[in-house]
């Protein structure tokens, strides 16, 4: 393995492509709505933190943060909050996965995404998902606002929730959006087996996979994901801090790698895990010992995996060859 060099890597153009809206109030922010609705604080919120007792637990406190965004006006506030957030990091593009079924949740937050980008430079899409285990009927009231706001900025449908719970139910839903020009990113290979992948490829038509990293343990599915291109967005903060994954340094990021899968780096739910994007370049520097090429290589994964306008695109590649010529 080469040295540790020591290019900056916030000057390195990254993507956030699993990064939820909600996972992404700020805590301050949090306090003020909860106090302005008078609706409750997620119990683990403590300081400046969170704690949970177990996934089901970190679920169930989401749901109460999704709960204190109750006015167009917050969905706006924090959507620019995220571009503010992502722009110090180096993180040029995200895809922000927002759960709502609400149009008016969707266009505020376009709205705060135009601020931002205005403001920030940098450029969010959305992502609208579904949670397993809720009605079918609530999966197809956000295809039809993500359908509403497809041309404004929401390029995919995802799906997320207890990963013990089938997808199948949803399988229609996500037909009609890839059908109608969605793409699908559902989670799965996170909490639940390589079992939740396959579903997630033959059901739901998974164009990435959210997280997906126990698909080592199906050797036959490595092969076929990897030879379709199927990118997976890891995010190993996530999964500690979760306790999926006992630490940093047992993390499958590198064996994923190597296995020649289409890896990309991201931060999930940054205010509530302490991540960034930034983190975990930073994280696969330290913990991995990566060398600045292969971080380049997964920042240009994220970009080759993502949605993004062909221009910009364009424009990060050549920031990333760019990045690494410099002499470190
Ligand atoms: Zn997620």
Redesign the pocket.
């Known amino acids: 393995m080469t040295s540790l060099t020591a290019r900056d890597l916030r000057t390195l153009p990254k993507t956030d492509l699993?990064l939820?809206f909600q996972?992404s109030v700020r805590i301050a922010t949090l306090r003020e709505f909860a106090a302005k609705h008078g609706t409750e604080l997620p119990p683990g919120l403590e300081g400046d933190s969170y704690s949970w007792n177990d996934f089901i637990d970190f679920i169930r406190q989401y749901g109460i943060v999704c709960s204190a965004l109750q006015e167009p006006a917050d969905f706006a506030r924090v959507a620019t909050e995220i571009c503010e957030d992502l722009a110090p990091q180096g993180v040029r593009y995200a895809e922000v996965?927002l759960s709502t079924r609400s149009r008016s949740d969707v266009s505020a937050a376009l709205d705060g995404f135009d601020e931002g980008f205005d403001r920030f430079g940098v450029r969010c899409r959305l992502v609208l998902d579904h949670v397993r285990g809720f009605p079918v009927e609530f999966a197809e009231q956000t295809l039809d606002a993500a359908l509403a706001y497809k041309d404004r900025g929401v390029v995919a449908i995802?799906l997320?929730g207890p990963e013990q719970v089938p997808g199948a139910s949803a399988a229609p839903v996500f037909k009609k959006g890839i059908d109608a020009g969605l793409h699908s990113v559902p989670?799965a290979g996170?909490a639940a087996g390589p079992e939740s992948i396959r579903e997630a490829i033959d059901l739901l038509g998974a164009e990435r996979i959210?997280?997906g990293f126990r698909i080592l343990e199906d050797e036959a599915l490595v092969d076929e994901v990897r030879d379709r291109g199927i990118a997976l967005?890891v995010?190993p903060t996530?999964n500690v801090a979760l306790r999926l994954i006992d630490s940093l340094d047992a993390h499958p990021l590198p064996r994923l790698i190597d296995a020649g899968l289409t890896v990309t780096l991201n931060s999930?739910?940054p205010a509530m895990f302490g991540s960034s994007a930034l983190g975990e370049y930073e994280a696969a520097r330290g913990a991995f010992g990566m060398p600045d090429e292969a971080l380049a290589a997964l920042a240009r994964a994220g970009v080759q995996a993502s949605y993004a306008d062909e221009d910009i695109k364009r424009q990060m590649l050549e920031g990333i060859d760019a990045w690494i010529r410099e002499e470190a």
């Open positions: 699993h939820h996972g996965t995802g997320g989670h996170e959210g997280h967005e995010c996530s999930d739910d």
